[in-house]
């Protein structure tokens, strides 16, 4: 089977805050589809812009949220395939690159965080080589220089004594220390886009707090636009300025961050709202009405 994507129109910048198209990641009518005598839509004629901003883009497990980034970085698994009315980066067109192109994107423009450090990472090779690839990938630096930035960039992202680390293999390191360490992988080479895609799901709680308060300061140190993938809405809710929120491959609902305890759209409300705690101990939390959810077109409007 094949995968499309396909975008709608994307959340409005207003005067005061909008950048020109050459600094924004751009998706309109993006749909992700298996091909086939009866395609199969896995993503929805989605649209966003991305610029110097934080977004989240949450859901359950299978909304979409994850096969979208990956459409984004070029990564998607066979079959699937994406069809859009517009998908640029920074102005270019990412619908018909090569993969020599996209090699040429990805680490330097725009890179990715992964779920898992135990996966991501290569149990094969040193900590210091993984962190500097993207260096040899993209840039023409001596030995001296690439290592100069290495253990900058390890100590940037909180980790104590970076060249004894650089020796050091992924089973050797914490989940804490993992997801660091492919922080430091994707911003070593300065790209102008993140997208961390569920970065904290393999941490406890206590840890999941520090690696999203270290990425959203590398962020804005840095000037730039985050694209944070998760399913938990109110903790991502504390790092990001906007919200885009989907169920069953569409972008059901779009507010600011701070507007969330205030949602209108049944299915926002109760992601907010069904989390556990001591305000809610001994209450029935609420249950989705999927039924509702039926009735309701893309936008949030009853059909």
Known sequence: MVCAIKWIPAMEINSQSAQRQADLLVAKEMTVYVPGPQPIELVKSV????????????????SGKSMTARALMGLLPPPCAVHARQLTLGGQDLT??????WNQLRGNRIAMVMQDPK????PAQPIGQQVEEPLVLHQR??????KEQRLDMLNAVGLAHPAQLSKLY????SGGMGQRVMLAIALINHPQWLIADEPTSALDFDMREQVLKLIERLVEERNMGLILISHDLQQVARYTEQVMVMYKGQIVDRLASSQLAHATHPYTHTLWSCRPGKATQG????VLDRELLSRLDGKGDIE
């Open 47 to 62: 649209s966003f812009s991305v610029g110097q901003e934080r977004v989240a883009l949450v859901g359950e497990s299978g």
């Open 96 to 101: 018909h690159l090569k993969e020599r192109q």
């Open 119 to 122: 996966h991501a990472l290569n």
């Open 141 to 146: 630096l001596s030995r001296s220089e690439r």
């Open 170 to 173: 992924p089973h050797q390191l």
């Open 283 to 286: 209450q029935v939390l609420p």
